[in-house]
Structure formats: C-alpha cells, structure tokens
C-alpha cells in the first residue's frame, strides 16, 4: 500500500515539476493569458461578481472591440519595425465620412462599409507612401496624418456638429446580438446558439491541438509532456466555454464580437500560415536580409500600412455605430490604447516579433481594467496611472523574459 | 611550480538543448600568445564569454583561477577588474561616434561629473599609436575600414590596463596584410608581458604566432600543444580538431566544364549616388557551366559591389551595360528578379543581410524560396520541415532542431544555414561571397566539396575569396578585380599567389 502511494506522490511530483519547467519555458507565451486571468479574479472578488455578471462581460467585449482592431493592425506596424500613429483620428474621421455617406447622401450600409474599408486603404497607403518611396520615419509620417485627420474630423462635423445615425442595420454593428434559435423548453434562459458556437469552437481547438502535437511528434520536435497538453487544453477549454457560458446568460454573441473574431481568425491565419505573413516577419526581422531574399520590401511596407488604413475604417464604423453617431472627439487616443494593447500583448519594438492572438489579449487587459475599475468607482485619474502601470509592468517583463531566454 | 597565469578548472556549460562545454579544462601561462582552435561549434566563443562574465559565475559550473586565486565573474565588468578585456567576433564599436570616443566607451576619463576631453584624446592618441594605428583619433569610426577598426577594438582594450587579451577570430574580416600588421602587434604586446588568448580558423597564422594551442571538439578539451616542443604543425591540428585526416583541404573534382556561356556580364559599369563615384568601371566576364570562376582582390576593391550590382542592384546603383544568361539579355531591379532567372548570391556578412537571426533555422533555409513550398500562398509545413531537414543533414548543419534560433548557432552553421537558403532556391548562377569566412577547416572541406558537386551537376560558380589559396585551389579560372576593373584574367594553370597580388594592388 505503501509502495502505491509512493509511486503516485512521484508522479505527482513530476507532473508539478512539468508544469512549472513548462511555464518557466514558455512564460513569455502564457504570461499574457496568465495576467488577464489573474486580473479577472481580482476584479470579480473587488466587485463581488459583478464584474464575472454575463452582462459586464458583454459589455466589455463590445467596448474592447473598436481597439481590438486597431491592435491586430498596429501588431503589424509594429512587427515591420514602424508605428502608425494617425489610426485614432483615422477612424474617427472615416466614422464620420461613413454617416455622412449614410445620412447626407442617402448610400445604403452595404455600399458604406466597404467604401469607407476602402479609404481607409487608400490613406493607409498615402502613409506607406512616405515611409517606403521617400524614407520619412513613419512616427513622424503618421504623426502628420494625425493633425490631418484630426482636422478633417472638425472639417466634415462644422456644419451639424454631431451626426446622428438612424440606419438600424449600421447600429446593430455596435449594438445588436446574433439571432437565437429556438429549442423549446431546452435552456430557456441562455442563449443557445451561442453556446452551440462555443461548444464547435472548443472542439475545433482540441482536434487542432491534438493534431499538431501528433505531428511535431513525427519530426521528432519538442513537444508538451502529455499530462500537461491536457491541462493546457482543459484550461483553454474552461475559459472558451466559460465565456460563452456567460455571454448566453444576456444576450449571446454580440456582431462586435464576431467581427472581432473574424479579423482575428484572418490576421492569425495570414500570419502563421502564408507566404505572406512570413515576408511581414522576415522584413520585421532583418530588412536588409529580406530584401536580399527578394522580398520586395516596399510592397510589404504597403499592404502593412494599407491593412492598419482598413483597421482604422472599421474601428472607426465599429465605434460610430455603437454610439448611433459620429461625434468631433471621436478617434481621440485610439492609437494608444492600441498600441498599448500590442507592447501589453507582446510585440517588439526591435521588429520581427508579436503574434496577433497577443495584441487581442493585451487589448482585453486593458479593458478589463477599465471596466473592472469603473466598475469599483475607481476615479479616471487614478485609472490613468493604473493603465501606465500594468503597461510598464508588462513591458518589463516581456524584456526580463527575452534576456533570460540568452 | 608557480601556477599558472590563468585556469579554468572543468567548466561546463549548457544552454537549452545543447552542452556546449563539457568538463573543459584550460590553463594560460604568463606571457604567452595562446591559441584557441576546433570546428564550428566546438564551443570556443562560449568558453570565453565565460571567462568573460558574458555568462556570469552561476551560470556554469567550474572554477576559474587567476594566479592560483578563484574569481567570481558576475559581469563584463568584474572580469575588466581582473584584467581581462575580450574582442567578440562581431565588432562592437560605435560607428557614429569618433575613434577617442569609442576607445573610451563607457569607461570615460571624468573631471568631476564632466568628461575629461583633453586628457581623453591625449591618452587617445598614445594608445592609437601602440597599436600602430596612423589615424586622427578624431575620426568617425565608419570611415575606417574593418582592419583599423580591429585595431581600435585592441586600444580600447588597452586603455584598459590589460593583462589578458582576447581576441575571437580577429582576423576572419581582415585583408593578409592586415592579419600581418595584428599579428606583429601580438607579438609586440607580448613583448610588454601581455597575454593573449586567439581564437582563429586560419591554421597558418596559428602556426606562425602560438606559444600554444588548445584544441576543442563538441566541448571538451582534446589537447594542448606547445609550439615550441615542435608539436604545432597543419596536419596535426586538423586531425586533433575534426578526428580524423584531411590529406588535401581542397578537394578533387572532375573538370567537367564546357564551352557553353552561362552567364556574362560586359562593359558593365556602376556608379553610386550614395557614395558619389564610379565604383564599377567596364567591367567584363562571363563563367561557363560547370566552371569555378575565382573574384581575387583586396577588400574593397569593388568584388562584392559587383555582385550586388548583378544580383538585383539592391543598393540602387546606376548601372551601364549588359547582362546575359544563357546569351539572353537579361535587366533585373530587384533581387526578386535575379532569384528568378536563377541566380543566387551568398553574402559575405551572414549576420547583416545574410540571416534573419531571430528566426529558426528552417524559416531562414526558405525564406528566398517559400513559392516551391506553398500552394496558392499558403505554407505547406510538412514540406518545409522536410526541405529544412535535407539541408541540415546534406550540409551538416550541427544544431539541436530545425526550430533552433540561428542566433543560438555558432558562427560557421550559421554560414551553412545561409548557404542552404541559397542552394534551396537551386540557382544556375551561385555568386558566394567569402565563402568560408569564419570556417572550420572540416567545413571548409565540406563546403568545398559541396561546390565541386553543384558545378558537377552544371551549376556555374562565381567565388568571391580574399584567401588566395581559395582561390587558387577551387578556381578554374580567376579575375582578379582592382578599384573597381579587373585588373587581369588567368586560367587557373597560369595563376600563382605573386601574379595576383602584382595585379591587385598596382
Ligand atoms: N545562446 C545560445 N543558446 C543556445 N545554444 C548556444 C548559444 N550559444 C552557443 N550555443 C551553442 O553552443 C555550441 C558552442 O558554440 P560556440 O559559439 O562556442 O562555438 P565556436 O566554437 O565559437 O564556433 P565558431 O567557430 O563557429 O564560432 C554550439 O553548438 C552553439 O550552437
Ligand atoms: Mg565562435
């Protein structure tokens, strides 16, 4: 009897030894997830659930959205080693073109949103224009976008002041809810499709999951020990069908949301798996090699700029439509937050590193701590500093971490 | 018996994957020009970032002994304390800056709170001139070329009261006189009791300076021989440094060149507006299939500029003349285009514009050629594991996984991991630049043996080699190009050391 209870502390105690070497490796990859997890308990415990409330979550993944996407662009700025500073009163400006198209011209939404996506390439490519033809820093390029834009968002709103949006279709972008299905008396309070795409999506990961390991166990590479793969997937699981779990106790899945989620899914998809996001990093990493490469360097300073152009249009969308209106101070600040959110999500500024997953994640911290804080009465001045803190303090840490991987 | 200027006792290292030293054991004596030698890999730099403080006491175990008493190195600084002052293997100077300022990088000479700038350039001035320097210690850094700039890294360190000098493969970038001019300064310094510790590929000059040798393999110490027992000789070197014997370090190949015109460049001239000269002028040459055409020249003579102006003319020169491959015209403004019509080109600076250092070693053996292994521009994984697999094991590539950081490769993979990018693009025209510079006597072998195999298989080659014995062991043919024209063109029969260095340097 003994004998077996040795044996299982040893396990044990291998199994603890695993994760500890596994996040003592891996720290700089699930630091990220670590801390949103840690601050969401702290603000559940600080508010007494009312942070964890379906209702906040809701919220929360709305307000997060409009810098979310400005985030997944800047991720790429950053990567090839620019800044864009103009995104902010880019996207406030093209939110106003954009109900002024609707409103004074009478255009319906589907023209709207991909003519407005479309001029936000066009100034996105007047940037890169700048930067890779005529070799101006982008900090300062943009910076003049930033008084340009700033301008024209005064320009356009002199006349009406703020412009109300009555198109109900354009406001369900901010505001409205993925329709529901019915299943008689099955759950009548939660939100069932919702749960149902949680469910596709914590199945999805686990098979892809199970499939690269098994994979990079046929060439030999490193992999998880198995009994901490299954803690990861648990932990990874819990958290997606936690969501989904409180976003069905409201509403369900917000169109935000999931135009949050498909910008991610593509930006993932194009970094990590195409010909494309290698050139981004390969140029990010050392320019002067990819050039040599033959990767044309120009280009990929181009579409870089061109996509953030479109980030910008629709953060700036996202923003207009949740507040039915386009206001003069829209766009004010976007950019830092968003370029918080990436230096919080992990990005470089020495180039070639940062994962878009990353920059959401940094973007959910930080909102997070917004809505957690205002949640506990916290004052915005006090919120500021907050905000500067956890920046500094996840920028430090992602440096501590990269000189111990020496 | 006294001990020992300096020990280290049974050192081991390791980093993630890989022991990089093993249970070394090293012991310099007072005085002596000591050298450090073995493959790529073999754990040389490592050795000496550790006696260094580069990695600090904690992160080895061992004992490292000055004068019979222990140290405790937790940095650079400490280690500086003791009298010891490396010079890495990339140069660290500050190229903005003036050459005083860089001598007294970070260990200024203060007055008060404020920087003695006169007793700076004076002292300045006296170390330049010990090592030989004729520079105004004014001057920027990057106007200098690389062999002065050597020899301001080896002021700075004197400036430092130094007892032990380290110097990691300090002549791998220099021209051979060059290489002459720091070797005497060893010699020189010796003479005014300071030791040094040289690591270098190059077995002549090995030869011709240590008191004693150490050889390493896969990080243990293999043995250490004294030169002036008659111990130091090539062929002895090599076999303690690979295991086994190399009777001819440039292999055989069959002569099968033809007639046929691969490639050929004519009253090819190049003028750089950066610069604001003419750096290439008339220049002709052509190589044939399956021929080795040797660059012989100086540094700077213009070799690398004229590869560059091939290869796409990334640096925007303006350019006249004419291009062909295979007797069809060809104009390329981007290395894009050069790659597609099936020329490649190694470069000689792995670290600048060779490598994407923070990436693994299989996105560096792919990168100029994702197309061949992606389908409608998406990555196919299975197949860049397998391509970045044949390069590893075809060039023998030492590292612990293809998803190894190139960066955490020593010096000569990663010159095997550039050359694997460029053979993946399975090139007609193959330009290498300094080849094996930075290479280990097996390697170079291997390389070597290598280029005899492509150009087997009809590839030509364009070899760009300041080591004249390269050039005149590998070559069919040689150019040998001066200020920017060739200077002359010898078949390999009629080719000698003399002849072309009459012609490189008149
Ligand atoms: N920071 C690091 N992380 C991981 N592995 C490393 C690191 N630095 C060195 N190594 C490994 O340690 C071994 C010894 O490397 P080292 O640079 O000392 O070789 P070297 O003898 O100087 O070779 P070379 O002649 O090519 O410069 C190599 O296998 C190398 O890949
Ligand atoms: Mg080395």
């Known amino acids: 009897?003994?004998?077996?209870?040795?044996?299982?502390?040893?396990?044990?105690?291998?199994?603890?030894?695993?994760?500890?070497?596994?996040?003592?490796?891996?720290?700089?990859?699930?630091?990220?997830?670590?801390?949103?997890?840690?601050?969401?308990?702290?603000?559940?415990?600080?508010?007494?659930?009312?942070?964890?409330?379906?209702?906040?979550?809701?919220?929360?993944?709305?307000?997060?959205?409009?810098?979310?996407?400005?985030?997944?662009?800047?991720?790429?700025?950053?990567?090839?080693?620019?800044?864009?500073?103009?995104?902010?009163?880019?996207?406030?400006?093209?939110?106003?073109?954009?109900?002024?198209?609707?409103?004074?011209?009478?255009?319906?939404v589907w023209i709207v949103i991909p003519m407005t996506m479309a001029l936000g390439v066009v100034a996105g490519i007047l940037t890169a224009f700048l930067v890779a033809e005529l070799g101006i820093p982008a900090f300062v390029a943009s910076l003049a976008g930033w008084l340009i834009y700033r301008g024209a968002i005064l320009v356009v709103t002199e006349a009406t002041g703020t412009i109300i949006i009555p198109d109900e279709t354009f406001a369900a972008i901010g505001n409205g809810f993925i329709p529901d299905i019915q299943m008689g008396a099955f759950l009548p309070e939660r939100h069932k499709l919702t749960l149902i795409l949680g469910l596709v999506a914590m199945v999805a990961l686990v098979i892809s999951e199970i499939r690269s390991r098994s994979k990079k166990m046929e060439y030999n590479f490193d992999v998880l020990p198995t009994d901490v793969f299954v803690l990861k997937l648990a932990f990874l699981s819990t958290i997606i069908g936690g969501i989904a779990w409180l976003l069905s106790g409201y509403q369900g899945l917000s169109w935000t949301a999931v135009v949050v989620l498909l910008v991610v899914a593509v930006y993932h998809f194009v970094t990590t798996q195409t010909v494309l996001g290698r050139h981004i990093y390969a140029v990010g990493g050392n320019p002067e090699a990819a050039e040599l490469s033959g990767i044309d360097v120009k280009k990929i300073t181009y579409i870089v700029f061109g996509s953030m152009g479109m980030l910008s249009a629709l953060s700036g969308m996202l923003f207009a439509s949740r507040l039915r209106s386009a206001t003069t101070t829209a766009g004010t600040l976007w950019e830092l937050d968003a370029i918080a959110a990436a230096y919080v999500g992990g990005v470089s500024a020495a180039g070639g590193v940062g994962k878009v997953v990353g920059s959401i994640i940094g973007a959910l911290v930080m909102m997070s701590l917004t809505s957690g804080m205002n949640l506990m009465g916290i004052g915005i001045s006090y919120q500021y500093m907050v905000r500067g803190a956890v920046l500094a303090a996840a920028v430090i840490f992602d440096v501590a971490t990269r000189n111990r991987g020496k | 018996m006294a001990n020992p200027l300096l020990e280290m006792r049974n050192i081991t290292k390791t980093f993630p994957g890989v022991k990089a030293l093993s249970d070394v054991s090293f012991e310099v004596g007072e005085g002596e020009i000591h050298c450090l030698v073995g493959e790529n890999g073999a754990g040389k730099s490592t050795l000496m970032k550790v006696l260094s403080g580069v990695y600090p006491h904690g992160e080895y175990t061992g004992e490292i002994l000055i004068n019979g008493m222990e140290q405790i190195f937790r940095n650079i600084r400490d280690s500086e304390k003791a009298g010891i002052a490396i010079i890495y293997q990339e140069l660290a100077l500050v190229p903005e800056m003036t050459v005083y300022e860089n001598i007294f990088l970070a260990n200024e000479i203060r007055k008060g709170p404020l920087v003695d700038w006169n007793e700076t350039v004076k002292r300045a001035g006296e170390v330049v001139k010990r090592v030989g320097l004729d520079v105004n210690p004014a001057a920027k850094i990057k106007t200098l070329g690389v062999g002065k700039q050597q020899l301001v890294e080896i002021a700075k360190a004197l400036s430092k009261d130094v007892k032990i000098l380290i110097l990691d493969e300090p002549t791998s970038a220099l021209n051979e006189g060059d290489s002459e001019n720091l070797l005497n300064l060893l010699r020189d310094l010796k003479s005014h009791g300071v030791t040094s510790i040289l690591i270098s590929h190059k077995l002549k000059e090995v030869i011709a300076i240590a008191d004693k040798v150490t050889v390493l393999r896969d990080g243990q110490t293999i043995c250490t021989l004294d030169a002036h027992k008659g111990e130091v000789n090539e062929p002895v070197l090599i076999k303690h440094m690979v295991g086994r014997e190399i009777n001819n370090i440039y292999p055989k190949r069959e002569h099968v060149r033809s007639d046929e015109v691969l490639f050929e460049v004519k009253n090819w001239s190049a003028y750089n507006p950066a610069l604001g000269r003419t750096i290439l002028k008339d220049v002709n040459f052509h190589v044939c299939k399956g021929e080795i055409v040797g660059l012989a020249g100086l540094m700077g003579s213009g070799r690398t500029e004229l590869a560059l102006s091939i290869f796409g003319n990334p640096d925007k020169y303006r350019i006249e003349g004419e291009l062909t491959i295979r007797g069809e015209k060809k104009r390329f403004n981007h290395p894009s285009q050069a790659i597609r019509a099936g020329v490649a080109y190694v470069t000689e600076d792995r670290k600048g514009d060779g490598l994407i250092l923070i990436q693994d070693v299989k996105q560096n053996i792919t990168i100029a050629n994702l197309r061949e292994i992606s389908n409608r521009g998406v990555i196919d994984s299975n197949a860049e594991i397998q391509v970045a697999d044949h390069y590893t094991k075809s060039l023998n590539i030492k590292t612990p996984s293809i998803e190894q950081i190139v960066q955490n490769l020593s010096g000569g993979n990663q010159q095997k991991v550039s050359l694997g990018k460029w053979l993946f693009v399975k090139p007609d025209v193959l330009i290498l630049d300094e080849p094996t510079r930075g290479i280990d006597v097996g390697a170079k072998f291997e390389i070597y043996t290598i280029m005899n195999r492509l150009v087997e298989q009809g590839m030509c080659i364009i070899m760009i080699s300041s080591e004249l014995p390269e050039v005149l062991g590998m070559s069919d043919r040689v150019y040998v190009v001066s200020s920017g024209i060739i200077a002359g063109e010898m078949p390999i029969e009629e080719a000698t050391q003399e002849k072309i260095m009459n012609l490189a340097t008149n």
């Open chain 1, 1 to 108: 009897m003994s004998s077996v209870t040795a044996a299982q502390k040893a396990k044990s105690a291998s199994f603890f030894n695993n994760i500890t070497r596994v996040l003592r490796e891996n720290i700089r990859e699930y630091g990220m997830f670590i801390a949103l997890f840690a601050i969401m308990i702290i603000f559940t415990i600080t508010t007494e659930g009312t942070f964890i409330s379906s209702r906040n979550i809701v919220n929360l993944v709305n307000q997060a959205g409009y810098i979310a996407v400005l985030a997944v662009g800047m991720t790429l700025v950053i990567v090839i080693r620019h800044i864009d500073l103009s995104v902010g009163f880019l996207g406030g400006f093209l939110g106003a073109i954009a109900a002024i198209g609707m409103v004074q011209w009478g255009l319906p």
